[in-house]
């Protein structure tokens, strides 16, 4: 149906192969291999989420650059995304480019900041998002396709291309791909979409700058004081990047795992008696000792896998976390 | 038999793109020229680009300075505060830091 509508240019090749090594040569992948976007599928991902080619997603003004649903369906495609992520993807798009996600800082800067791309509701269910063991890593087609098809459309649209308008000086392992799900299910707690203003039954995803990733281990606490002074060294030990434009709007995510959350758990801690035991100690002589505003700039999220008394920290760039419902 | 693919291009468009905009050549000398002093908000960024100003003053005659703080380290001056620099200025310094 979208397919005649279609603007890109068009490249003829004999054979897969040809093409591939055409793509490699013009700089249009992330140095993996790609799935070839032909326009068959390229119509077909825009109609799985009903958009027309030519509908706007987004803005980058300081680059010049409006990133369009075709565009974003090509660089899904080339993901290895099936064409039912699409609507994930363009959700993530839309909150990457929000104006206070800081785009073209976040995908620009030295420091080589990557998206945290974070699903909630029941998408994660219906695409097969991982949310627990393992969920960072590999072997899960949908979080490494939908993260790649974020980081894709970063290169090949948003002009992030190293050495051009990437100056990361050693740049991320998690810029070829960083997306899981929160594990509503094996969490007591209220969903970070929930907490953000979205209904349950909602499916959202949430794109937080990363300028670094930090573990908090702690094996020995048994009550959640005890976890959340481990998770406070970590979170003290580092900065909060911000600055006046972004207000007290920035975000800090905390992942807290399944053996921190049981304690949690068992002491009957919500998220916010959290946010309630860390926020006066973010705050020493009176004066706050990281760049976050508000208490609920600290978003929690259950996820991960049994066995490691770990949480992990994700400090973000210049940018805040948005959260855009999947529609 | 051979198979045809056909691939779209996934870009906004070529990386080096036709530009009708063009830079002002270099002055010669700052000998009149009103100084845009560009802060980024860093540290003692504005202190620093004041003491810039006022040793380019001394040696060369330049002849005043527009001052202009960006709303973050990360994001352009406010469209008011470009509209200072483009009509007030002649030349302009930013500072860079982190």
New interface residues.
């Given amino acids: 149906m979208a397919r005649a509508a279609l603007q890109a240019d068009r490249h003829e090749y004999g054979s897969y192969d040809e093409l591939l090594e055409d793509y490699f040569e013009r700089g249009w992948t992330d140095g993996l291999p790609i799935v070839a976007p032909t326009p068959e599928k390229v119509a077909a991902f825009l109609d799985a989420a009903g958009l027309e080619a030519s509908e706007v997603i987004g803005e980058v003004p300081t680059r010049e650059v409006v990133v369009t649903a075709e565009q974003a369906a090509a660089n899904a495609v080339m993901a290895g995304c099936r064409a039912e992520y699409m609507p994930a993807v363009v959700a993530a798009l839309r909150a990457h480019l929000h104006e206070k996600g800081n785009c073209h800082s976040t995908t620009g800067t030295l420091s080589g900041a990557a998206q945290a791309v974070i699903l909630n509701g029941p998408v994660r269910s219906e695409l097969g998002i991982a949310c627990g063991a393992a969920c960072f890593g590999p072997g899960f087609r949908a979080n490494a396709t939908i993260g790649r098809a974020l980081r894709l459309v970063i290169r090949n649209v948003c002009r992030a291309i190293p050495g051009v308008l990437d100056r990361a000086s050693f740049s991320t392992p998690a810029r070829y791909q960083f997306c899981f799900g929160e594990d509503e299910e094996d969490s007591s707690w209220r969903p970070m979409h929930v907490e953000r203003g979205f209904a349950p039954e909602d499916s959202t995803v949430t794109v937080a700058s990363v300028m670094n990733m930090v573990s908090a281990v702690d094996f020995h606490s048994r009550a959640p004081e005890g976890i959340c002074d481990s998770i406070l060294g970590v979170i003290l030990s580092r900065f909060v990047a911000t600055d006046r434009w972004l207000g007290d709007g920035t975000n800090l995510v905390l992942i807290v795992g399944p053996e921190h959350r049981r304690f949690f758990d068992r002491a009957g801690w919500s998220k916010d008696d959290i946010r309630s035991y860390l926020w006066p100690r973010f705050h020493k002589d009176g004066k706050k000792s990281i760049g976050l505003g508000r208490p609920e700039g600290l978003l929690i999220v259950a996820a991960g896998g049994d066995g490691m008394g770990e949480s992990w920290l994700l400090f973000p760039h210049l940018a805040w976390a948005i959260t855009e419902k999947i529609v | 038999m ?11 468009g070529p ?1 080096e793109r036709r530009d009708e905009r063009v830079l002002r050549p270099r002055p010669e000398s700052l000998d009149g020229h009103v100084i845009g002093l560009v802060a980024n ?1 860093l540290g003692r960024g504005e202190e620093l680009l004041d003491r810039v100003y006022h040793g380019i003053a001394e040696r060369t005659g330049a002849s005043g300075a527009v001052r202009v703080l ?7 001056p406010e469209p008011a505060d470009w509209a200072r620099l483009t009509s007030e200025a002649t030349v302009a310094i930013t500072g860079f830091g ?1």
Wanted: hydrophobic letters at 25%; glycine letters at 20%.
């Fill in positions: 051979s198979e045809k693919w056909t691939g779209l291009d996934p870009t906004s990386l908000g960006k709303p973050g380290v990360s994001v352009p982190g």
